[in-house]
């Protein structure tokens, strides 16, 4: 059974198709990825399914649930987080204050609860404090959970996002090119942080330009052109698909390697 579905998924900006009728099917668990070159409708797609933007068409189904139209908010509250491509962290706040601020999916207590401060409030409150170390444990920036979070390196600071994605213990989790900027060694153990998540038993959906990050990733990649979804598959057989191969190098250097590997 698939965790996420998408049938006919369109989105229109007057005469641009930024994502044109895609079907996914992601079933639950493992580490899957969506590729394209620039321009091919990836982060529109990830906006389209974290609810930042409604569809034109089609329709998104997530555990079960027809979420096509919920607001961002309600479909965070079924297990739904994600990351972004720039950072979006609070400077000021610390590192364990910013994780909180992503544990509002997991919080019930009504207002008079909490202007109150009612036992049911602070119940929550302190499981929300142990589930962000938990979260900052995982990605190994317990150390600082006191410190300002513009007190820390490019990398922790992508880290530090992914620990407030999942705070809430989300079912799904979409990353947004979660290594751009980062040097190998942090790649490296990028890639050993995003295996860890989804031993957890969260799934992860990644958009990245690195090809070797994806490569040695996935267990499964959607492949994106024009907005339109051209290839899934492994990722040995999303290398040697002539159209994945004409989508990044284009027909003519695609036709010349191809001729060059059929000559020897």
Same mark, same amino acid.
């Given at each position: 059974?698939?965790?996420?579905?998408?049938?006919?998924?369109?989105?229109?900006?007057?005469?641009?198709?930024?994502?044109?009728?895609?079907?996914?099917?992601?079933?639950?668990?493992?580490?899957?990825?969506?590729?394209?070159?620039?321009?091919?409708?990836?982060?529109?797609?990830?906006?389209?399914?974290?609810?930042?933007?409604?569809?034109?068409?089609?329709?998104?189904?997530?555990?079960?649930?027809?979420?096509?139209?919920?607001?961002?908010?309600?479909?965070?509250?079924?297990?739904?987080?994600?990351?972004?491509?720039?950072?979006?962290?609070?400077?000021?706040?610390?590192?364990?204050?910013?994780?909180?601020?992503?544990?509002?999916?997991?919080?019930?207590?009504?207002?008079?609860?909490?202007?109150?401060?009612?036992?049911?409030?602070?119940?929550?409150?302190?499981? &929300?404090?142990?589930?962000?170390?938990? &979260?900052?444990?995982?990605?190994?920036?317990?150390?600082?959970?006191?410190?300002?979070?513009?007190?820390?390196?490019?990398?922790?600071?992508?880290?530090?996002?992914?620990?407030?994605?999942?705070?809430?213990?989300?079912?799904?989790?979409?990353?947004?090119?979660?290594?751009?900027?980062?040097?190998?060694?942090?790649?490296? &153990?990028?890639?050993?942080?995003?295996?860890?998540?989804?031993?957890?038993?969260?799934?992860?959906?990644?958009?990245?330009?690195?090809?070797?990050?994806?490569?040695?990733?996935?267990?499964?990649?959607?492949?994106?052109?024009?907005?339109?979804?051209?290839?899934?598959?492994?990722?040995?057989?999303?290398?040697?698909?002539?159209?994945?191969?004409?989508?990044?190098?284009?027909?003519?250097?695609?036709?010349?390697?191809?001729?060059?590997?059929? &000559?020897?």
């Amino acid at each position: 059974m698939s965790l996420l579905t998408t049938r006919g998924l369109t989105r229109r900006y007057a005469g641009l198709i930024a994502v044109d009728h895609v079907d996914l099917d992601i079933p639950e668990g493992g580490i899957h990825a969506v590729i394209g070159p620039n321009g091919a409708g990836k982060t529109t797609l990830f906006n389209l399914i974290s609810g930042l933007v409604m569809p034109s068409e089609g329709s998104i189904t997530f555990a079960g649930t027809d979420v096509s139209t919920l607001p961002s908010f309600r479909r965070a509250s079924l297990g739904m987080a994600r990351t972004f491509q720039n950072i979006r962290i609070f400077g000021a706040m610390t590192v364990l204050e910013n994780v909180l601020t992503g544990m509002h999916p997991a919080l019930h207590a009504g207002l008079a609860s909490v202007i109150f401060r009612l036992p049911s409030f602070r119940i929550e409150e302190r499981q &929300a404090v142990a589930r962000a170390r938990a &979260a900052l444990d995982l990605v190994g920036l317990t150390s600082r959970a006191g410190e300002p979070a513009s007190a820390l390196a490019y990398g922790d600071q992508r880290r530090l996002e992914i620990a407030r994605a999942i705070g809430p213990q989300p079912r799904l989790l979409l990353l947004d090119e979660p290594a751009a900027g980062m040097n190998p060694a942090e790649t490296i &153990a990028l890639a050993d942080l995003v295996r860890t998540i989804a031993k957890t038993g969260v799934t992860v959906i990644l958009v990245e330009h690195d090809m070797g990050f994806v490569m040695g990733l996935s267990d499964s990649v959607a492949v994106l052109n024009f907005g339109r979804r051209i290839f899934t598959g492994t990722p040995a057989a999303v290398r040697s698909d002539p159209a994945v191969v004409e989508a990044y190098l284009g027909a003519r250097l695609a036709a010349k390697l191809k001729a060059q590997h059929d &000559a020897q």
